[in-house]
């Protein structure tokens, strides 16, 4: 009997430590875990770190092809085109030399002759020699040489003198010229150029009449193309896309949102899409309050629109052009060549040879940069764009309300709810926590003597019992004792590991039920302040909506303050028309022209050199403007 306590107790020894073993072998699995989840961290770390590298390396390389790239482009248009910046310079320099008067006729002659010739093909060339040739009062040679130029280049050539005879207040001679232009121009088709003629009638550097025929044409243009439904809805497409990426940052000011919300980036997304209309308005009023100095003279208004004019680049260097802009935009973000592609996406148009009269204005008052605009004109364009700009906002704000969510899905653990703004707290609170009693009655229900986390453990007793078992039998088998002996050891190791299991049930109950209530307060504290900030988001977003309204009423206020159309011109001949006076039709306009021809004729006495009496007109004037009635 004595043996039997003695095994007994080694029974229960082994026991105790095997058990002992077990919570070794827990804790070493816990603490492998951890440095797994460490480990884990670090990698994810340390591949963020990489891909960041080799992110920054490829932007790297990126820029260093681009740069080389718009280097060599650069210096391909300078061999091919670089003698167009020579005869730019030169036409600059002989209109500064007019009013100067250092330079003597013949030598502005002579340098403007060597110019056509080294220059073979470029309308400005001829037309150099033309002013030249009426600065030295030889009529007939400026008329070959206006021929030359006009076959060459018909529109700059019309546009260049129109702009060079108002400078010397040549109004009449500046009409007949502007007539040529815009006589040529298809509505669907203009150029580039037409950015200029723009240019001159918002900063009234043409004269009125000439000012009052290209306004009238405008106007003609505008309302023929405002009929054209889906032109008009592509300018709007367009604001549209510049718009939305005038966007605010209100994410930043939820903190349990977006750790509690599976869908969150969506939400944010269309919660600070609402945004446009602050950050356009303000955007619209720093274009359009801007006060523009206007010069004093009539030269220097003209004068800045002539450099734009001569400066702009040609039809043929439009494929070496597109280019630069291209690695250029790539240079300027960083060498990312999808955000420069997508740049390239929204100023395409802009890019674009020819374009209709409400993309050009559209283009305009988006990207004045890559259309040559001045402010003024870009001021008079996006005043013109009041309906499509209208109709942009009205469009963000359909969309931004077909998008609304109504309510806010939250999730914590396997709990999830929509938040709505008008739902009840309570409700959902304790939707939330009898789930958690729910899920903590389960756990503790499937808590027995043989828990899942004590199942390494069960295992490795029963197998020491059955060891223990076996070993007493033999032993009993080899000593002659009773077989029923061996069972009754196993029976009460069995009972000792069970009696130790139930002592530590109702504890792991415990710890389980702490843990739910634990996990049940910080559920309840994050739903109440995620409830907060959902109905704060759904306010936020009617009282960014609602600022539609003040946009719309800027943009009215400032289409309704005058017809840019019909903004008076800033002029020398008398006079500005009134707000009330309607444009004059074609028919009548032209030969009022005629009428002040006399008047106009000599009226650069301010100048230093003392031009003809004859003006600088279009080849065949005479045949084409009587039967206008612009010649008596």
């Known amino acids: 009997m004595a043996d039997d306590d003695r095994r007994v107790r080694d029974l229960e020894n082994a026991l105790a430590s095997a058990q002992a073993d077990h919570q070794a072998t827990l804790y070493a699995v816990d603490k492998l ?36 790239s718009l280097i060599d482009i650069r210096a391909q248009r300078d061999r091919q085109f670089g003698h167009y910046d020579t005869v730019r310079r030169g036409t600059i320099g002989m209109l500064q030399a007019m009013d100067a008067g250092i330079v003597t006729e013949s030598a502005l002659r002579q340098a403007a002759e060597r110019l056509m010739i080294d220059t073979p093909g470029y309308w400005l060339s001829p037309a150099q020699v033309a002013l030249a040739a009426w600065i030295s009062d030889s009529e007939e040679l400026a008329k070959r040489a206006l021929l030359q130029a006009m ?65 009238e044409r405008c106007v003609t243009w505008y309302e023929q193309l405002r009929s054209a439904e889906d032109m008009v809805q592509e300018q709007s497409l367009r604001w549209l896309r510049r718009m ?48 523009v100095d206007q010069q ?13 004019l001569v400066t702009a680049y040609d039809g043929d260097e439009d494929s070496l052009r597109q280019q630069e802009v291209k690695w250029a935009r790539v240079i300027e973000n960083s060498g990312n060549h999808a955000i420069a592609a997508e740049m390239q996406e929204d100023n395409s148009l802009a890019d674009e040879p020819r374009a209709d009269f409400l993309t050009l204005l559209t283009t305009i008052g988006l990207t004045p940069e890559n259309a040559g605009a001045s402010i003024t004109t870009r001021q008079f364009s996006i005043r013109l764009a009041n309906e499509w700009i209208v109709t942009a906002a009205h469009n963000l704000s359909i969309k931004s309300r077909d998008d609304n969510p109504q309510s806010v ?73 009773p077989v029923g002996s061996v069972e009754v050891v196993f029976l009460v190791g069995c009972f000792i590991w069970l009696r130790r299991a139930q002592r530590l049930l109702p504890v792991r109950r415990e710890e389980r039920r702490k843990e739910g209530a634990a ?30 309204r003040s946009l719309v009423d800027f943009i009215h206020e400032q289409a309704a303050q005058a017809d840019p159309l019909l903004m008076p011109a800033i002029q020398a001949e008398g006079p500005p028309p009134s707000s009330a006076e309607v444009i004059p039709r074609a028919g009548d306009l032209l030969p009022n022209m005629a009428r002040n021809a006399e008047s106009q004729s000599g009226g650069d006495q301010s100048f230093a050199f003392k031009l003809p009496d004859w003006d600088l007109l279009p080849p065949h004037h005479i045949e084409a403007y009587s039967q206008i009635g612009l010649i008596e």
């Open 33 to 68: 875990a951890n440095n797994v989840q460490r480990l884990t961290t670090s990698l994810n770390s340390l591949k963020k770190q990489f891909a960041a590298f080799v992110e920054e390396d490829r932007l790297a390389r990126n820029m260093q092809f681009a740069q080389a």
């Open 151 to 215: 076959a060459r280049e018909p529109n700059k050539t019309a546009l260049f003198f129109s702009l060079v005879l108002a400078r010397h207040e040549r109004y009449n001679a500046t009409a007949k010229w502007m007539y040529e232009y815009v006589s040529r121009q298809d509505p669907m088709a203009l150029s580039r150029e037409f950015t200029v003629v723009l240019d001159a009638v918002a900063q009234g550097a043409l004269g009125g009449r000439a000012l009052q025929l290209v306004k």
């Open 244 to 291: 939305s990426r005038n966007q605010g940052r209100l994410a930043d000011q939820f903190s349990v949102l977006p750790r509690i919300c599976p869908d969150w980036g969506s939400v944010a997304q269309w919660l600070e899409a609402t945004t446009v209309y602050e950050q356009t308005e303000r955007w619209l009023r720093a274009q359009l309050e801007t006060t």
């Open 296 to 308: 004093d003279s009539l030269h220097q208004r003209v004068d800045g629109v002539l450099r734009n």
């Open 409 to 481: 899905n939250v999730r914590i653990g396997e709990w999830s709810k929509a938040l709505s703004p008008q739902g009840d707290d309570n409700d959902i609170i304790h939707n939330f926590t009898d789930f958690v009693d729910r899920q903590v009655h389960d756990e503790v229900g499937r808590l027995t003597t043989i828990a899942p986390r004590c199942a390494f453990a069960s295992s490795l007793t029963v197998l020491i019992a059955i060891l223990a078992a076996l070993s007493l039998k033999w032993l009993a088998v080899g000593f002659l004792l």
């Open 519 to 548: 996990r049940k307060q910080a559920g309840v504290a994050n739903l109440r302040k995620a409830a907060d900030e959902a109905r704060k988001l759904f306010r936020l977003w009617e009282t960014e909506l609602a600022k539609e």
